[in-house]
């Protein structure tokens, strides 16, 4: 069983615990699976705050979901400039958040086409990264042949695979995605295929 790592929030701090709680556990266990109890329990929390702040378990759900895609859009002006510095950012966030990866993952299992968590805002996060592609393209590191939303698709791909597939990754090229053998060797990669696509 899960370590549940329980903090001791001080003073208004418990609403922020609480949603980092509830994107641990969000992500490990799913929206159907995940209790308000051990929730609050992994915040240090009375589970009567987490109904205060947030309604229910979809509510808290839907503001777990917002949290990270803010913590997410913040990381946006700390991207370096160029495809091949841009790509090796976002591999290394995908490797130091794999919460955000697997909450993506439960996501899409349960995905039925209908409206998503904060989809809006969430479409402007990614709207914004293609605006990032299309400056790339302007400066002459994406050739004009590549149509930019279906690139940064690809690019979504090439960076977060790995973290989402650590059993075929190790499968395929034998080494623990968290290794630095491993880092060092995908973000060559990442790199030179940054330099190809001038």
């Known amino acids: 069983m899960e370590n549940e790592k329980p903090r001791a929030p001080q003073g208004g701090g418990a609403k922020q615990a609480l949603l980092e709680a509830a994107v641990e556990e969000?992500?490990?266990?799913?929206?159907?699976?995940?209790?308000?109890?051990?929730?609050?329990?992994?915040?240090?929390?009375?589970?009567?705050?987490?109904?205060?702040?947030?309604?229910?378990?979809?509510?808290?759900?839907?503001?777990?979901?917002?949290?990270?895609?803010?913590?997410?859009?913040?990381?946006?002006?700390?991207?370096?400039?160029?495809?091949?510095?841009?790509?090796?950012?976002?591999?290394?966030?995908?490797?130091?958040?794999?919460?955000?990866?697997?909450?993506m993952q439960r996501e899409a299992l349960n995905d039925d086409g209908g409206e998503l968590a904060g989809e809006s805002f969430r479409r402007e996060y990614y709207d914004k990264q293609v605006e990032m592609i299309e400056g790339l393209r302007a400066r002459g590191e994406v050739g004009d042949d590549l149509d930019t939303r279906y690139l940064f698709l690809a690019l979504l791909t090439l960076i977060a695979f790995p973290a989402m597939m650590p059993?075929?990754?190790?499968?395929?090229?034998?080494?623990?995605?968290?290794?630095?053998?491993?880092?060092?060797?995908w973000g060559e990669l990442l790199e030179s295929l940054a330099r190809r696509m001038a």
């Open 167 to 185: 059993n075929i990754t190790r499968l395929v090229c034998g080494a623990d995605v968290e290794s630095d053998e491993f880092r060092d060797k």
């Open 26 to 103: 969000f992500s490990l266990r799913g929206l159907d699976g995940a209790r308000i109890e051990s929730i609050a329990k992994r915040a240090g929390c009375n589970k009567a705050l987490a109904y205060r702040y947030f309604g229910d378990k979809p509510g808290l759900y839907r503001a777990a979901l917002d949290h990270v895609f803010r913590q997410r859009a913040s990381l946006l002006p700390a991207v370096p400039p160029s495809l091949a510095e841009g790509l090796r950012f976002w591999f290394q966030q995908s490797g130091a958040d794999t919460d955000f990866l697997r909450l």
